[in-house]
């Protein structure tokens, strides 16, 4: 079974930066792709950042601000969120796409960790 845990969310101030992190555990799997989502108080959920093999995409709303990496021998996932802005409050979850041993794909969601941005 896959588990994904996020750390590193909390409180910072308009122009502050976090850094959230997710570890992806279990074995048996591949990882197709990895990003961040995060959802606002009455607001549906969105993508804030993916990676996969070949590709990074960012939402335009963080788009010079914060940055995704990747370290795929740990199966970490980092999320560098800079210039933070109260629009930012959220909470954020960390996704992952996986692939088992029989070719079959499966969507992973962490449990959330939250991000509060104060002005």
């Known amino acids: 079974q896959v588990q994904l845990v996020e750390s590193g969310g909390g409180l910072v101030q308009a122009g502050g930066s976090l850094r959230l992190s997710c570890a992806v555990s279990?074995?048996?799997?591949?990882?197709?792709?990895m990003g961040w989502y995060r959802q606002a108080p009455e607001k549906q959920r969105e993508l804030v950042a993916a990676?996969?093999?070949?590709?990074?995409t960012y939402a335009d709303s963080v788009k010079g601000r914060f940055t995704i990496s990747s370290d795929n021998a740990k199966n970490t996932m980092d999320l560098q969120m800079n210039s933070l802005k109260p629009e930012d409050t959220a909470v954020y979850y960390c996704?992952?796409?996986?692939?088992?041993?029989?070719?079959?794909?499966?969507?992973?969601w962490g449990q959330g960790t939250q991000v509060i941005v104060s002005s």
């Open positions: 279990g074995s048996g799997f591949s990882i197709n792709a």
């Open positions: 990676a996969t093999t070949s590709s990074i």
């Open positions: 996704n992952a796409v996986v692939r088992d041993g029989r070719g079959r794909s499966k969507e992973n």
